[in-house]
């Protein structure tokens, strides 16, 4: 007979002792992740039985599509994007390696940022829609009643775009049946940069008033909108990839000219950059690869250790580049901690920003004109200053910019792949 001195298996199944118990639950940490994790248990399970019951009555014979609010689609989907954010911060929470720095893991993992910035676009463009369905119906009222009062102001946000796209060409006052096609045509006459945010956590004031035109025309009830509420909302609930972003961008482009009349060339980069957004804010998080937050934490941390060894190794290509002297990169520095990190497009513009600040101030530094640089010059410099800045997000950005500069060609294209070689310096 064998005999062996491994414990018994009921002693795998004893609580440890009183002091050890005692102090994990008196871990301020550990109670704040049990805390948080109980409260986002909770709040999927009330999501998924609300998304459970919509599903069934908008697919009762009783409820009549006709009779659902105008942004009843779009909350559709800011409920799979609310019920995937609380999905993945039970997986982050539950797998936290060092319980203090839970927040900063958090913030830092890159499917949770995403969701969590779609929810907060789609917050904001519910409450517009909100706001501007009540003011319509209050002109309603007030037309009816023929009252000469002056209209209510429309929320600040969208202030500047609602008087030209909603006034009444015959009387001044604010019109909400104005032709479509002359709000159409307002919309994209607007410059392409004010479509852009100028921060993650809010869209444009243009962009709000695209989406509110979309709810006006009642694009949710096309054959194309249901089809877009389905691909969304099947990318959170079966996991199933989308269609590719170039191919809904042209199948929404073209929908659109077709539906409220052809646009001049000089209005189409507007058009793309607004439907690349209502795309994005849709569907950001369904793009991103399963493993996409791991890799990008791993790549980030492997950038980190690099860093002394790229600022040695930039130092050594300026000198035989012929360039031995300091360069000063304050500004470039600057710009690059300032990039956004949510919308595609804005990460470009803001790094297209820091690219021109690193031109302005290398031509300052070694006198000459800052056009004339090239790339053996800008490369090393580029490569100084990413391992100077702090930018946690990094690898998330570049992903980013990669899609914008595919879908903008040309001079970003070429400025983009000059970064993702100095990300690989060393």
Not at 123 to 147: C, E, M
Not at 201 to 208: A, C, E
Not at 374 to 396: F, G, K, N, W, Y
Request: charged share 20%; glycine share 2%.
């Amino acid at each position: 007979m064998l005999w062996t001195t491994s414990l018994p298996p009921t002693a795998a199944l004893k609580s440890p002792p009183p002091s050890v118990a005692s102090s994990i639950a008196l871990s301020p940490a550990a109670v704040e992740i049990a805390d948080r994790l109980a409260l986002e248990r909770k709040a999927l399970k009330k999501l998924a039985a609300q998304i459970d019951w919509d599903a069934k009555t908008s697919s009762a014979a009783f409820w009549s599509p006709l009779k659902q609010r105008p942004a009843h689609a779009l909350a559709r989907i800011k409920a799979r994007v609310d019920a995937a954010l609380h999905e993945r911060t039970i997986v982050v929470l539950a797998n936290v390696a060092i319980p203090a720095t839970w927040r900063d893991t958090l913030r830092r993992d890159v499917r949770y940022r995403t969701l969590a910035y779609q929810a907060k676009w789609l917050v904001t463009i519910l409450a517009a829609a909100k706001a501007h369905a009540s003011t319509a119906s209050a002109f309603r009222r007030r037309s009816a009643d023929d009252s000469g009062a002056s209209p209510p102001r429309p929320p600040s946000a969208w202030a500047s775009f609602h008087d030209d796209m909603v006034k009444s060409s015959s009387s001044g006052r604010h019109n909400h049946t104005t032709d479509p096609t002359l709000r159409w045509h307002a919309l994209l006459a607007r410059p392409s940069i004010d479509a852009l945010p100028t921060s993650d956590s809010l869209p444009s004031p243009l962009y709000l008033a695209f989406e509110l035109f979309l709810l006006d025309t009642q694009f949710d009830k096309t054959e194309l909108g249901h089809r877009l509420r389905n691909v969304c909302c099947a990318a959170y609930i079966k996991s199933l990839p989308p269609p590719s972003m170039a191919t809904l961008v042209r199948q929404l482009t073209d929908h659109l000219g077709s539906e409220h009349g052809p646009i001049p060339p000089s209005h189409a980069t507007t058009l793309r950059c607004l439907v690349r957004q209502m795309l994005h804010v849709r569907l950001a998080a369904a793009y991103l690869p399963p493993s996409t937050a791991a890799d990008m934490a791993a790549a980030a941390a492997r950038f980190d250790r690099r860093k002394p060894e790229m600022h040695v190794q930039a130092r050594q290509d300026l000198a035989e580049a012929g360039h031995h002297q300091e360069v000063a990169l304050v500004r470039s520095k600057a710009a690059l901690e300032a990039m956004p990190t949510f919308v595609p497009d804005a990460v470009l513009r803001g790094y297209m920003a820091a690219v021109h600040a690193l031109h302005a101030e290398a031509g300052e530094a070694l006198g000459v004109a800052p056009t004339s640089l090239s790339a053996d010059v800008i490369l090393p410099l580029l490569v100084a200053v990413l391992s100077q800045a702090t930018l946690p997000h990094l690898h998330l950005q570049a992903m980013a910019l990669e899609a914008a500069a595919t879908a903008d060609g040309g001079e970003a294209a070429y400025y983009v792949a000059l970064l993702q070689a100095a990300m690989t310096a060393v």
